[in-house]
């Protein structure tokens, strides 16, 4: 295991928050439309705390996407820099909590913040672990011809290159089909 459980979990629901909105290839992509939506990623995400309530909520994760995205775009101090003000601006206080299957991690909101807040705090701290262990190339964009998702690659040798779509499938049947049509 290169993280802990809770930060492999975070960086992964990080990045597929940030794919729930518009990409590249598909600019109509809306995934967390409304409360229920936002109700079902909740608990697809297994996040505990207070529930999102309103559709104020929804429009404070869906207005967190862009910045999440723009993450994986920065290096070295400038992820520093982004990952100090997430914590900061959300005024974070670690503390150690045990629930679920999880053991004891860090929560640095409270359980009632709302849950954009929640989710900024988790990357940021998220993000220490990342920068400290000298793994920030683990945080990529999908290598596919027509898609920008996020995703962490968690693989032993990093050679991860692909989101979880079908954009490695379509990749492999083109490399297929080039190999083929060069020894017809």
Known sequence: MLFTYDTDVTLTHAAAVANTGPGLGD???EELPDLPALQAWFDRWEWTGRRP???AEVAAVRALRPRLRHLWSLRDDDLVTEANALLEENGALPRLVRHGHFGWHVHATSDDAPLAQRISVEVGMALVDVIRADEV???KVCA????EDLLVDLSKNRSRKF???T?????????YRARKAAGA
């Open 27 to 29: 600019e109509d992509r």
């Open 53 to 55: 309530t309103s559709e």
């Open 137 to 139: 190339d683990r945080l």
């Open 144 to 147: 596919g011809d027509d898609c």
């Open 163 to 165: 989101c979880d779509g």
């Open 167 to 175: 954009c490695g499938t379509r990749a492999n049947v083109a490399a």
